[in-house]
């Protein structure tokens, strides 16, 4: 952080501490932090109701690719070690 952004975040903290001083001082401290909370907490709930209705169905995903012939192979536990070797030697000599 530089020096600038230091004695910015100083004041403002200051501010703060100043208001929250005042605030004490005049014996409405207590109806401000229920009143800052209660905002906070009824922001919080928007925002996340908002951010749920806006995320895409769990229907309208795109599928997956299918998968490599060797992992279907290797999938099916009827078939020998050998088909599954074959599959992926098959598969090998395919991409070179």
Same mark, same amino acid.
């Given at each position: 952080?530089? $020096?600038?952004? #230091?004695?910015?975040? +100083?004041?403002?903290?200051?501010?703060?501490? $100043?208001?929250?001083?005042?605030l004490?001082? *005049?014996?409405m401290?207590?109806?401000?932090?229920?009143?800052?909370? $209660?905002?906070?907490?009824? /922001?919080?709930?928007? #925002?996340a109701?908002?951010?749920?209705? %806006? $995320?895409?169905?769990? +229907? @309208?995903?795109?599928?997956?690719?299918?998968?490599?012939? %060797?992992? %279907?192979?290797? @999938? @099916?536990l #009827?078939?020998?070690?050998?088909?599954?070797?074959?599959?992926?030697?098959?598969?090998?000599? /395919? #991409? *070179?």
């Open positions: 952080m530089t $020096a600038a952004g #230091r004695a910015a975040l +100083f004041l403002v903290v200051a501010w703060l501490l $100043a208001a929250v001083a005042l004490a001082i *005049q014996g401290l207590g109806a401000y932090l229920l009143a800052v909370g $209660a905002a906070t907490l009824t /922001g919080l709930g928007l #925002r109701l908002v951010r749920w209705h %806006r $995320a895409p169905s769990y +229907f @309208d995903r795109p599928t997956p690719p299918p998968l490599p012939e %060797r992992y %279907r192979v290797a @999938d @099916d #009827r078939r020998s070690v050998a088909e599954v070797v074959a599959a992926a030697e098959r598969e090998a000599v /395919g #991409r *070179q």
